[in-house]
């Protein structure tokens, strides 16, 4: 069956840097795209990052994280990482890796990532 694991969370202050990592298992990862959803507190689930499937090789972010997260793949270990640098207070939340797969959301268990000093 289809499972998605995180990995990676964490405390970090202000400034600094986190790598979140997704392993993804039963089905054909570079077939479809993955994306990075974080839910803070009080608020709705967004979407902050994805990656398409390995044809292009192509990217989206929200405005709230661009040019400061990096989302990647690795085809060949079924992953997926968002790479969070110059991190912010607001960008304290539960992220969650998810992949959509014939009409049907899948979601990791989320890995919680704290912004404090």
């Known amino acids: 069956q289809v499972q998605l694991v995180e990995s990676g969370g964490g405390l970090v202050q202000p400034g600094g840097s986190l790598r979140l990592s997704c392993a993804a298992s039963?089905?054909?990862?570079?077939?479809?795209?993955m994306k990075w959803y974080r839910q803070a507190p009080g608020k709705e689930r967004e979407l902050v990052a994805a990656?398409?499937?390995?044809?292009?090789?192509?990217?989206m972010y929200s405005d709230s994280v661009k040019g400061r997260f990096t989302i990647s793949r690795d085809n060949a270990k079924n992953t997926v990482y968002l790479q969070m640098n110059s991190l912010k207070p607001e960008d304290t939340a539960v992220y969650y890796c998810?992949?959509?797969?014939?009409?049907?959301?899948?979601w990791g268990q989320g890995t919680q990532v704290t912004v404090s000093s």
């Open positions: 990656a398409i499937s390995s044809a292009g090789g192509s990217t």
């Open positions: 039963g089905f054909t990862f570079s077939s479809y795209a």
């Open positions: 998810n992949a959509r797969l014939r009409g049907t959301n899948y």
